[in-house]
């Protein structure tokens, strides 16, 4: 009987059942669960063998692939801790996450060489650095990932691990710089179940778990990174299940790749981003009407980024067959509630039924009254994260009693409708959400002004019809000195990621500070929305 989950021994029990079914495809690459679970041994042998112990972290700056799941799983096995790492960030904000995790071992793709070699001067404490494709040209303080997947496994793991081994999830930013969300497998195996109606019985073990809903197994295509909870909890259960997980070759959204893999492997769900990804995808089967035939499809998940109910319907037009699951959730929360539409039943626009477990606060911490009109702040209790790692301070802030039970207060602010849904008002931040990218406007701010001849500046972000938002900065350039948009994009683009580069720069003489130094944004916005008028 199991007391308490770990991914990894559900999945090897997935192994152990059906080891001829494919667990994971990449192109051409193509994993059978046997294979997908073979060199997971290899590799978890490989990470002991450098020295990691128990609960040590393994950053991953990795694109989608069949091996980014199969390094998750390694760590599983070996009661390591899987560190997802944006792989947009650059030097700076790679040190913020590796070292604030206490990262002693890192897995890159081989395009990402050149900066791993320039940081990793400056991690001493990372034992060992594998290396993901071009065996031919692996510097020699790398290993090749496919000799540590090849590696001789070793004997005893199963009996070590458990659910309290962790899973660090890393924000993007949304309150600050970014947090590692420290998940107890257990919890977030239960918690992803529960999402998808399973019933975890008290007699339930991994191979009777794996009988009763393994079974059946689906292809689903993670278009969303796996480097961020979106899609990575999409994919984890649909594992557990038995089922096969498809990752698309294309650096970026592809939109004719995608449609082409769904159509060539029956791909059953999808988990997109919002705008960012429907809109292209959209463009794409308006510009080759009949190309694709998507009756295979049966759900299309999306999280992480608003997704209009005008470009719901217009999915829906395409897969006939589909529902919409429009997941509202956090990396502190999971999916807190949920939005479906179909051809037959349409969502209310940003409307969302709540979880059993979840909650809608005031600021005295009461239940808002449903009707009202009243904003309050979402609330989770049950299977939620222990708190962020090396953070006591924000855990406290964020994971807080009520009424005798644990809650996570996220910072998304809701309205509760009569009927008890509640609609999304936004985050209780000035966090920018960019295509699913999260923003942290004082980290551009402070990066603009150290631009020579930039004396102030202010980033915040302004609707975008695709990206939901788009990072837009007012800069005060000293007089005389010239700086002009392109100089501030330049400057900022070769500090920070790509998509904290503002899309809208206004260089302005005058610049709105209040009596107490604050920024005053809402005269920033209107600067901003006077030039845009101007133009039109």
């Known amino acids: ?21 494919t667990a994971v495809m990449h192109g051409d690459v193509a994993l059978s669960w046997a294979e997908f679970d073979r060199g997971a041994d290899g590799l978890a042998a490989t990470l002991l063998g450098a020295g990691l112990v ?41 040190m913020h996450v590796w070292e604030d995790s206490d990262t002693e071992a890192v897995v890159f793709d081989a395009e990402f060489t050149e900066i791993v070699s320039r940081v990793r001067l400056r991690l001493p404490d990372v034992k060992i650095w594998l290396r993901v494709g071009g065996d031919d040209s692996c510097p020699s303080w790398a290993v090749p990932f496919s000799a540590a997947t090849a590696n001789r496994p070793l004997t005893g793991l199963r ?30 195996f239960r918690a992803l179940e529960a999402a998808q109606g399973a019933s975890l019985t008290d007699d339930l073990e991994a191979q009777g778990f794996v009988e009763r809903y393994a079974a059946r197994a689906i292809t689903v295509l993670t278009a969303a990174p796996l480097m961020h909870g979106t899609a990575c909890w999409f994919a984890m259960p649909i594992l557990s299940r038995g ?51 998507l009756s295979s499809l049966r ?15 217009a999915l829906l037009s395409y897969s006939v067959n589909s529902t919409i699951v429009d997941s509202l959730g956090s990396s502190e929360s999971g999916s807190i509630g949920r939005a479906t539409s179909s051809r037959d039943s349409h969502s209310r626009g940003a409307s969302f039924t709540l979880s059993a477990n979840a909650r809608v606060l005031d600021e005295d911490d009461d ?23 090396g953070d ?14 644990r809650f996570v207060v996220t910072g998304d602010l809701v309205e509760v409708d009569a009927d008890g849904r509640v609609t999304f008002l936004g985050r209780g931040s000035s966090c920018i959400n960019t295509a699913g990218e999260k923003v942290y406007p004082e980290e551009v701010e402070e990066v603009i002004k150290k631009l020579p001849g930039v004396s102030d500046a202010g980033v915040f972000g302004v609707p975008d019809e695709r990206l939901g938002q788009a990072v837009t900065a007012v800069v005060h350039v000293q007089r005389g000195l010239g700086v002009a948009e392109d100089d501030v994009k330049k400057w900022v683009r070769s500090q920070l990621a790509g998509y904290k580069t503002p899309r809208r720069i206004v260089i302005t003489p005058d610049f709105p500070r209040g009596p107490n130094g604050k920024l005053e944004y809402a005269k920033l916005r209107d600067i901003v929305e006077a030039l845009r008028e101007s133009d039109q």
Not at 65 to 92: E, G, H, I, M, W
Not at 299 to 313: D, P, R, Y
Not at 392 to 405: A, L, N, Y
């Open 159 to 188: 009996e070590n691990r458990s659910g309290d081994d962790l899973m660090l999830l890393y924000t993007g930013g949304t309150t600050g710089k970014p947090k590692g969300v420290m998940w107890r497998q257990d919890d977030l």
């Open 243 to 293: 089922g096969t997980i498809v990752t698309l070759t294309s650096a970026s959204l592809n939109p004719v790749e995608l449609l082409d893999t769904v159509v060539e492997r029956k791909v059953k769900g999808i988990c997109i981003a919002g705008n960012a990804f429907a809109k292209p995808i959209l463009e794409t089967l308006d510009a080759h009407p009949g190309r694709w035939d």
């Open 299 to 313: 759900v299309i998940t999306t999280s992480g980024a608003i997704l209009s109910e005008e470009n719901k319907q």
């Open 367 to 389: 239940d808002v009254v449903p009707g009202s009109g009243r904003p309050g702040r979402l609330a989770l209790s049950g299977f939620i994260p222990v708190g962020y790692y």
């Open 392 to 405: 006591p301070k924000k855990t406290k802030e964020t994971f807080v009693t009520i009424d005798g039970v």
């Open 54 to 94: 128990r609960q040590s972290k393994i950053a991953q700056l990795q694109r989608n692939s069949a091996a980014y799941l199969q390094v998750v799983f390694a760590d599983f096995k070996a009661s390591l801790v899987p560190v997802n790492t944006n792989f947009r960030y650059l030097d700076d904000e790679l």
């Open 1 to 21: 009987i199991i007391e308490q989950w770990n991914f990894a021994t559900v999945w090897e029990a997935v192994a152990d059942r059906y080891p001829s079914r």
